[in-house]
């Protein structure tokens, strides 16, 4: 008995927030990968456009809600999903156009590009704060719980009760959607294939017709919808905070370089290697060890490697750990 009560308090704290959290972290990889794989730069504004994207979500959620449209036990937020993506693609469209596209007619470095990208970076974090402000914001309704610890305490008889959030449930399932959708894209389409074939070789992709300018166009288009749905469901799950996005590029940025740059497989591997790890450290294991051990072995203390203040360490650990021991990473992509 005691050890299904350890099972419930660890799927509770570390499995299912951790699973949440990776397909967020996944997802917004992904973007990451798709744009050092095609563009060939690191885009350290990815962050910031999920919180452009999430706050357009939300401004358009909270329309929604003012005029009384709701998704019933699911959150308005989702139909306000596809609106909050139209309004990133046209801000990345344009970034494309006033910023990024000079830098590339004049075929200049990535590092270049790079520090271009921080630039862009700190004026989209400057547009959402001034739109939006810098203070959390809830935006989450309908349901809260698929399945409450009261209720599950009452159907098991267990001590310990099993808490699965709609939003975590909806994470996963709404990114497995999105990666589907993204697979068949980038492998069944002709456009997804000249994609696939101007990342692996430019040179060969211009001579045999492809159209540079519509392979980033479409690029930026899907990265602007991953990031959208990246960073509303990471809002939905916790809440959000515009300076959180900022900080949530390293965990991202790491999970693209554990999986491989430029792989998208390695991307989702790596969210979730980042997100197992992140969670597991930081999580104080005084309970599931107190159901596990006899009596007289059970740990006073905490049983906590790492606070979690120092969550994001983590990430950034991993991330030195595999560019000293495996820059390509764990599918080989492209060397870092």
């Known amino acids: 008995m005691d050890f299904l009560n350890a099972i ?10 951790a699973i949440a959290y990776g397909s967020q972290l996944a997802l917004g990889a992904l973007g990451v990968t798709l744009i050092y794989g095609i563009l060939r730069f690191s885009n350290f504004a990815h962050g910031d456009t999920m919180a452009f994207g999430t706050m357009a979500t939300i401004l358009v959620t909270w329309l929604f809600q003012s005029m009384g449209i709701s998704f019933g036990p699911l959150p308005t937020a989702l139909l306000a999903l596809p609106f909050g993506i139209l309004g990133c693609m046209a801000l990345v469209l344009i970034t494309d156009r006033a910023v990024y596209r000079f830098y590339r007619q004049q075929k200049a470095k990535p590092v270049i590009l790079v520090i271009v990208s921080m630039g862009v970076m700190f004026i989209l ?31 098991t008889g267990l001590r310990e009760g099993l808490a699965i959030k709609a939003s975590q449930g909806l994470t996963v399932i709404v990114a ?15 456009t997804g294939k000249s994609m696939r074939a101007y990342s692996d070789n430019e040179d ?9 300018e519509r392979v980033v166009i479409y690029t930026w288009l899907i990265v602007a919808a991953l990031a959208t749905i990246a960073g509303t469901l990471y809002g939905l799950d916790k809440s959000f905070k515009p300076f959180v996005y900022f900080q949530l590029l390293l965990p991202i940025f790491a999970a693209a370089i554990v999986g491989g740059l430029g792989s998208p497989v390695g991307a989702i591997a790596g969210g979730f290697v980042i997100a197992f790890s992140e969670v597991t ?25 790492l606070s979690t203040d120092y969550k994001f360490a983590v990430s950034f650990v991993i991330l030195l750990i595999v560019l000293l021991f495996r820059p390509t990473g764990l599918f080989r992509g492209k060397s870092v």
């Open 125 to 155: 974090n400057g547009i959402v704060r001034f739109i939006i402000g810098p203070d959390e914001q809830r935006f989450a309704d309908g349901e809260r719980f698929i399945i409450s610890a009261r209720t599950f305490k009452e159907m």
């Open 204 to 212: 060969l992709a211009l001579l045999s017709g492809i159209n540079p």
């Open 281 to 305: 450290i930081t999580y104080a294991w005084k309970k599931v060890l107190g159901y596990l051990m006899p009596e007289s072995l059970e740990p006073s203390g905490l049983v906590q490697l």
């Open 176 to 190: 497995v959607i999105a990666v589907v959708l993204l697979f068949w894209f980038l492998n069944r389409t002709r």
């Open 8 to 17: 419930v308090a660890l799927s509770n704290f570390v499995l299912i927030p």
